[in-house]
């Protein structure tokens, strides 16, 4: 392996080589930093505030009410919810009980949920009671035993729970009487009186978390994560990033079914005496209400965050000199975005700048940051602490040159554990090499330069991001053509100025099936059953024949090239 030139320039910031991390749960690494700072803000959340202390005293109550439904050491629990306080009440009590959280995005489609509720073997669930009806068509498929079910006003004052149901509250649908479920209240309450031991001993090497992500293949998969990998990168975040005070505020809008967002925004802050200030959904103004509202010390966003800011004239008078970090992940930074935001934040008073960084779900999120004062252009930065970068040829565990594209491996505490039931993709994605060392092979194309900056050049499979999450072409097509329309598709991304990339399909209809927008709409309700509503495509046009390559394969890129030409 060749030495990676970074230590000159680590000490130049500050930022140390090695670490001390914490060894033992999340849930103790938050608890500590309680003791420390007990009337410090953890989280705010549409207008309420929660201290260090009564934080704690949430996740206990929780832990207590898990043990009283039945959950187990080991056993997997499914938390499908927004950014809000039970999510993280939830996550931290299923931690201090010794189980496993499997983070489920909210808008995934029905298969979607039951596919995650069967991979984790997860018999307990918290979910939104808008989100009932999905989890109810389900229900006889999967091995579910509880299903506990919350609402935005559970967590809410009086008065602003009156504002909530004006607002949003009315618009949903009513959950049954006799439906088989636990209100989260109810849930919450009946813990209290539970009198036996619920605190299970963890160490940092036992499983914590799963997030999904479509691995190397692009088809789904749950990533198992440990306490240390969680707790690693909370010690790599404040390393990086000295200015960072106990206190400082984090605008929380990545959500917690994302390694970028429960990573980074959440579990790095209270582990540390951070506040998160809790954001359940993403709208542009809103967010930029709550930047003027709360003056929050860091930011962290896709670059789709950050396009979406500068469009919005309600920003234009706003002072961001509060602003010590603003971070970019999830997807390539242009130069050309990078520059124009950089000129709105110093015309709003800001003295920083966004530094872009890089990372992969299977090791939590972020693996590398641009330093502190120290950027090159179209660079993603620098490894963090204890984590090492090595650039191989494609196929291989041949370390390439300095200069040399290739594929971006990664080791380091915050490396997963596994794929969950996928032996063959964890051995083909996580490699011993010669050196002894385990690496993450990514599936991204890269290089280094001599001073150990890092490059990101694009993804070696076949992917899609839009708004900062990943669509896998091959899932959207299999849905398409188990249509009984569709003869054969093709799904490809379509440069977007906001999302970066939308999606697009191309259908080839079966004879005798006539294009027109009835067709057109059947297909996108076939596709909201099977597939995320992120991933549904934004337009879909009928052919009569998709390119081929010369072994009569889809020729997407030719599709792609077509697109591109459009645009231009």
């Not at 919350?150 to 008065?159: A, E, G, Y």
């Not at 990086?240 to 970028?260: R, S």
């Not at 920003?315 to 602003?323: D, E, P, S, Y």
């Amino acid at each position: 392996m060749k030495e990676v030139k970074t230590p000159w320039i680590r000490n130049l910031g500050g930022v140390p080589s090695h670490l001390e991390y914490q060894q033992g749960s999340m849930y103790e690494a938050v608890e500590t930093v309680a003791k420390q700072y007990p009337d410090y803000i953890a989280y705010d959340f549409m207008g309420g505030r929660t201290t260090y202390k009564a934080f704690i005293k949430e996740i206990n109550d929780c832990a207590r009410a898990l043990k009283a439904i039945g959950v187990q050491k080991g056993e997997a629990v499914t938390i499908c919810m927004p950014n809000a306080p039970q999510t993280l009440i939830m996550f931290y009590a299923v931690n201090l009980v010794g189980a496993v959280s499997n983070m489920v995005h909210p808008l995934s489609s029905e298969k979607e949920i039951e596919f995650c509720l069967r991979e984790s073997g997860s018999a307990v669930c918290l979910t939104l009671d808008q989100m009932y009806g999905k989890f109810e068509n389900i229900r006889q498929n999967v091995p579910l035993r509880s299903l506990i079910l919350t609402s935005v006003k559970d967590v809410l004052s009086p008065i602003k729970k009156k504002g909530y149901y004006l607002v949003e509250g009315r618009k949903v649908k009513k959950v049954p009487k006799d439906a088989v479920i636990i209100w989260w209240n109810s849930f919450v309450k009946n813990g209290r009186s539970y009198k036996m031991e619920y605190a299970a001993q963890r160490t940092g090497k036992d499983p914590a978390a799963i997030l999904y992500s479509g691995g190397t293949t692009g088809t789904m998969k749950g990533i198992l994560l440990s306490n240390l990998n969680f707790n690693a990168l909370a010690a790599q975040i404040i390393a990086t990033n000295k200015m960072f005070k106990p206190g400082d505020k984090m605008l929380a809008v990545m959500p917690m079914f994302h390694g970028f967002g429960l990573g980074v925004s959440i579990h790095s802050m209270v582990a540390n005496g951070g506040r998160c200030i809790l954001i359940p959904r993403f709208n542009a103004e809103s967010y930029a209400k709550l930047l003027k509202k709360h003056q929050p010390n860091f930011i962290a966003g896709v670059p789709t965050l950050y396009e979406a800011l500068l469009r919005l004239p309600s920003l234009k008078k706003v002072n961001l000199a509060c602003l010590k970090g603003v971070f970019s992940g999830g997807d390539s930074l242009s130069i050309e975005l990078k520059k124009r935001f950089d000129a709105f934040l110093k015309s709003h008073g800001a003295h920083v700048v966004v530094r872009e960084g890089y990372g992969t779900t299977e090791c939590v999120t972020a693996s590398c940051l641009t330093p502190v004062h120290m950027e090159k252009e179209g660079s993603i930065g620098l490894p963090f602490p204890d984590t090492y970068y090595k650039i191989v040829r494609v196929g291989t565990c041949e370390e390439v040159e300095y200069g040399t594209e290739g594929e971006i491996c990664i080791s380091g505490p915050t490396v997963m554990m596994k794929y969950i039931n996928h032996p063959e993709e964890t051995a083909n994605t996580l490699k011993t090499h010669d050196d002894g060392m385990i690496w993450l092979h990514t599936g991204d194309l890269g290089m280094m330069d001599d001073d150990g900056f890092v490059y990101f050049r694009q993804r070696i499979k076949r992917m899609i991001v839009t708004s900062g999450y990943n669509v896998y072409p091959s899932q959207i097509e299999n849905v398409l053509d188990a249509h009984e329309y569709v003869h054969m598709s093709c799904v490809i991304g379509i440069p977007d100025p906001l999302k970066i990339q939308k999606v697009a399909a191309f259908v080839v209809l079966k004879p005798g099936v006539r294009p027109s927008e009835e067709v057109r709409q059947a297909l996108l309700r076939h596709c909201e059953k099977y597939v995320a509503k992120y991933a549904i495509p934004k337009s879909i046009e009928f052919r009569d024949s998709l390119p081929k390559t010369l072994v009569g394969k889809v020729a997407y890129r030719e599709l792609e090239e077509e697109m591109k030409g459009k645009e231009a």
